[in-house]
């Protein structure tokens, strides 16, 4: 990846017919465009938090998109395309949001958005502030965001997502 070259984004979202939350972040990392799928640096967190309070392993691509439809969980990014300079969100320019409107017309069980970063949330507050759904903001899983333990950022997701192991 040259610096600066417009990105589009490689992955599809990943929606089921009976999924009730569409966790939206903000663009793909270097490490899931080479890895060739959503929160695929080994130290990102959200799938450690997603398994753990799920309970369902989440080692690999398959029971990663099994755990989300098991959950009623979505996944997909704000942003199209745009250009970069490293996987951080705020070297993110030039950004083209994706059509999330269409994607809830085509999917009208998603009742929420859930947003893994500020970045992803004021992208959306900036070009779909009209939209009437439910928006939940969850801390970055980015190990880059250290202000929060994974423990912390775990208990916040089980209670904004309402996930957790079903005794």
Sequence with gaps: MESGEQLRHPFDPIVFNDTKILILGSFPSIKSFENHFYYAHPRNQFWKILSTLTGYPANTKDQRIW???????????????????????????????????????????????AFTGRK???????????????????????SAYAKMTIEKKAE??????GLGLQK
């Design 67 to 113: 755990l989300l439809k098991e959950a009623k969980l979505g996944l997909w990014d704000m942003i199209r395309s745009c250009s970069r300079e490293s996987s951080l969100d705020s070297s993110l320019e030039e950004e083209e949001v994706n059509d999330i409107p269409a994607l809830l017309e085509r999917y009208p069980s998603i009742e929420k958005i």
């Design 120 to 142: 992803a949330q004021v992208l959306f507050e900036l070009n779909f502030d009209y939209l009437e759904i439910v928006r939940i903001y969850l801390p970055s899983p980015s």
């Design 156 to 161: 916040i997701y089980r209670e904004k997502l």
